[in-house]
């Protein structure tokens, strides 16, 4: 049975850095695409950045070209660097990773979760 682990979160100032990381133990050979989503008290868990095994990414609009999706496959680890963070960037960060390369259109779809971490952004 896959496990993802998050680490890193925390509370920043408005403008800060926090790396997220993500490691993943257990089956590790059927891990392909990997994700971050993030959900805020009150809100739908929404998606945040996607990465193929081959390093293909995407974004979501409201954190293109502050953050940054990356794994490193020798070490099952995923991350995910946010930089110029907002307060509205405040929720709890999930990892996820799928047994697809082809990540997931929907959060109900993914194969594995992680327990979620804390970032909270203060203005």
């Known amino acids: 049975q896959v496990q993802l682990v998050e680490s890193g979160g925390g509370l920043v100032q408005a403008g800060g850095s926090l790396t997220l990381s993500c490691a993943a133990s257990g089956g590790i050979l059927r891990l392909n695409a990997m994700g971050w989503y993030r959900q805020a008290p009150g809100k739908q868990r929404e998606l945040v950045a996607t990465?193929?095994?081959?390093?293909?990414?995407d974004y979501a609009d409201s954190v293109k070209g502050r953050f940054t999706i990356s794994r490193d496959n020798a070490k099952n680890t995923g991350y995910l660097q946010m930089n110029t963070l907002k307060p509205e960037d405040t929720a709890v960060y999930y990892c996820t990773a799928d047994s697809s390369n082809r990540p997931p259109t929907r959060w109900t779809e993914w194969d594995y979760w992680g327990q979620g971490t804390q970032v909270t952004v203060s203005s």
């Open positions: 990465i193929t095994r081959g390093g293909n990414t």
